[in-house]
């Protein structure tokens, strides 16, 4: 530094002139010294920040479009999730029209055990009220079966139910295909709840057997033994027998069952036996839906099998059983009651 009255050069932490003997005020010539490396810094500060702001504004303008062009992607891909995610329409919970020339390419009737879960829970929806009047209930009654119960179904719809049993066979010298589905009168096991059960038919809709997790059984002795358990469950149609439908014996004394014959040549017989799928058309009537559960056999020591079977019966009337082709959606032939084949 040097001194402000004789411009002599000393060192930075002198308080006198060595030349003149002025006194120095330390904290001026600190502060001095000080201002300068603060203006130092300052610029080097200005400079970094004038970087800092230009790589910023930098990312901003590239990441900026790419964000948008990410966040598009992902509300698209979000949409299009949404699409999938949407519950496809079911054609066969539609009213049946019966007057169609041919069914939609692998046509699935509705299912039986979806209906039967539909109107059960409509039936007690129609239980009447602690507090309900006996007026207000029977308008209640009265619109809900004005209601779908199954897509677009009411309980006055005509519908199609799947037949999952029957039995084809083919013959070669006759070129003929027989399709046969047993439709035997009604056994015991119909609950009395339906009335003049002794004069009603059943067709097997659907049936499913479930394996049970096995568990340990102990009889009266303490003999243990694991023990496999299955559910079965069968969806079963019944309908009066006054309907014409032409009704044959096996073999003359047997089952009865409904009989379909289409000719076939010898060449497409084996194909379209895998491809025959049955249905029946018809509408319920009331009281629509029953029920019968049984354990149909208990577990012993030296057989160790327990079954539980449930019988799900629909009351209906068919108006026409049709065989078809699930693959082409082509009608094979569709049987009236009048005992002959409508096509």
């Keep these: 530094m040097y001194c402000n009255q004789c411009r002599t050069e000393m060192p930075d932490d002198s308080h006198f002139c060595r030349n003149c003997g002025k006194a120095f005020a330390s904290g001026a010539n600190e502060s001095a010294n000080g201002s300068a490396r603060l203006r130092s810094w300052w610029w080097f500060g200005s400079l970094a920040l004038m970087i800092t702001l230009f790589s910023f504004a930098y990312r901003s303008a590239v990441t900026k479009p790419k964000m948008a062009a990410n966040g598009h992607n992902m509300k ?47 039936e007690i929806q129609a239980f009447k009220h602690e507090y309900e009047s006996t007026e207000e209930h029977r308008k209640r009654i009265q619109s809900l079966r004005d209601l779908p119960v199954e897509g677009d179904i009411t309980l006055s719809s005509m519908m199609a139910l799947p037949i999952q049993t029957f039995t084809p066979t083919f013959d070669a010298d006759r070129n003929m295909m027989t399709v046969t589905v047993i439709v035997d009168a009604a056994d015991d096991a119909v609950p009395t709840s339906v009335a003049n059960r002794s004069q009603l038919r059943s067709v097997l809709l659907k049936g499913v057997g479930t394996q049970k997790p096995s568990y340990i059984g102990t009889n009266a002795f303490g003999a243990q ?11 079963i149609l019944l309908f009066p027998k006054a309907l014409r439908f032409k009704i044959e014996r096996y073999k003359g004394y047997g089952a009865s069952e409904l009989v379909f014959r289409v000719p076939a040549e010898t060449t497409e ?32 020591i030296t057989n160790p099998q327990e079954e539980k079977e449930t019988r799900y019966y629909f009351i209906g009337i068919p108006s026409e059983f049709w065989l078809y082709d699930f693959q082409s959606g082509r009608i094979v032939q569709r049987l009236r009651p009048d005992g002959h084949p409508a096509s």
């Design 225 to 235: 033994v694991e023990v496999t358990s299955t559910d079965k469950d069968f969806h």
């Design 269 to 300: 017989a084996p194909e379209l036996k895998e491809r025959l799928r049955l249905l029946v058309v018809c509408h319920l009537r009331e009281p629509y839906i029953d029920s019968w559960h049984s354990d149909s056999r208990k577990p012993t």
């Design 76 to 122: 698209h891909a979000e949409a299009e999730q949404e699409k999938v995610a949407l519950p496809r329409e079911d054609p066969a919970a539609k009213p049946f029209n019966i007057n169609i020339s041919r069914l939609d390419r692998n046509y699935e009737a509705l299912d039986p055990n979806k209906l039967w879960i539909a109107i059960n829970d409509r």
